[in-house]
Every structure is written in structure tokens, then in C-alpha cells.
């Protein structure tokens, strides 16, 4: 069966431009929309969605933080998705750590929305383009101090093979990027994981946001 999904935010001619091209995609079995938080928290007693969306636009800070909170704490299994306005890594940090499933800013395009969703479906977490690059920037300069939370630093070489790594690219894709062979490719993306003490790419932005490594 079809998740449903709820949008929380204004203008409504956004919501509803969103709206059509998620009907004509056939991909939830139905659309809400709503811009008042108390006619929102009615639906989501009397029928929760599967997929909630809420813009940055339509809360403050504060109120998105505790939104979130409350939503969650009445039903669990809602998967919260944020759409965000340019924040700072600690921000997004504090949003996953209140519970939100996907973080996507406002210039992320319709294709990396979609991309979200399929993310969520298989029960992972979703970080846009926009903040996986501040994550990979963060790490790059972590590295120049001899970060502690990296006791074995990545080279320059792994840090380079990371960032392709995060940006969706396979082993074959970064071997004819670089002009290396894929062995060696595989080599350093075993390292890579091993420092980081993750067992994939997800692993590497769960690692950003769950262990200390933004402050």
C-alpha cells in the first residue's frame, strides 16, 4: 500500500505545485495540506500520515524543535521531513536529534525529494546535497586540526575518494574520475570506513550527526 503524506507549509501555491507533480508520479496514495499547526495536529490524531513534510517557512526555530517533539511523542512512526532554509550543521544536528528522518534545504531540487523518499521507505535517513558538503567541509578542516574524534586522520587522498563517495558515486565511477583502479578504489574506501567506524556511506553522515563530531 501507498504512504500517505502531509505538508505543512505556505504559500499554499508552492504546497499544491509540489502537490500535483507527487499525484502525477503516483507515489503516495494521498495529499494533505495545511498551513495552520492546529488544524494540522487535528489530522494527524484523527489520521496520521505515513510522510510528514513541514517547511521552514511556516515555523520559527523554537516551534519547529517543539513541533517535532510533540508530533513524535503522539505517534513515532511518522516520518518527519524537513524542508530548510540555508541551516548551519548544528541546527540540522538538533533537528535529527528531535527525531526528523530527512533534512532538504530550499534549493534542493524535486529529484533529491524523491530521492528522500525512497531513503525512507527503506527506513534510512536522508541529508540533502546542501548539508552533506558542510558535513564533508567540517570533517576536511577536523582533519587539519588532528581532530580527536578521528584518532587515525584521513589523507588527503581518502578525504578526496570520501567527498566522491557522498556525492553517489560507485567505485568504477571514482577509479576513471581519479585514474586509479578500482582495487585501489576499494582499498581506500575499506580505510575510510574503518576510521570513521562505519559500514557505509549512510554510516558516514549518521557518524557527523551522532557522535559528537559538530559543536
Known amino acids: 500500500m501507498k504512504p500517505k503524506l502531509t505538508i505543512f507549509d505556505e504559500p499554499l501555491l508552492y504546497a499544491e505545485g509540489l502537490s500535483k507533480l507527487l499525484v502525477q508520479d503516483k507515489i503516495f496514495s494521498s495529499i494533505e495540506i ?26 520559527v526555530l523554537t516551534e519547529m524543535y517543539s513541533s517535532v517533539e510533540k508530533i513524535l511523542a503522539e ?64 570533517i576536511s578542516h577536523e582533519q587539519e586540526k588532528q581532530n580527536s574524534h578521528i584518532k587515525d586522520p584521513l589523507t588527503k587522498r581518502e578525504m578526496e575518494i570520501l567527498k566522491l563517495i557522498c556525492d553517489g558515486l560507485s567505485s568504477k565511477d571514482i577509479s576513471e574520475g581519479l585514474f586509479i583502479s578500482i582495487n585501489t578504489v576499494e582499498t581506500h ?24 563530531i559538530f559543536n
Open 34 to 59: 495545511f498551513n495552520s499547526y492546529e488544524n494540522l495536529s487535528e489530522h494527524i490524531k484523527n489520521d496520521p500520515p505515513e510522510f510528514l513534510m513541514i517547511s521552514s517557512g511556516i515555523l
Open 75 to 138: 505517534n513515532k512512526n511518522i516520518k518527519i521531513i524537513i524542508i530548510g532554509n540555508s541551516f548551519d550543521v548544528a541546527t540540522i544536528r538538533k533537528l535529527f536529534n528531535k527525531g526528523i528522518k530527512s533534512y532538504l534545504d530550499k534549493n534542493s531540487s524535486y529529484d533529491e525529494f524523491l530521492k528522500s523518499i525512497q531513503s525512507l521507505l527503506l527506513n534510512e535517513i536522508y541529508i540533502c546535497e546542501y548539508a552533506k558538503q558542510m558535513m564533508i567541509n567540517y
Open 189 to 212: 574506501r575499506k580505510r575510510i570506513l574503518l576510521k570513521l567506524n562505519v559500514k557505509n556511506s549512510v554510516g558516514v553522515v549518521k557518524y557527523a550527526l551522532e557522535n559528537n
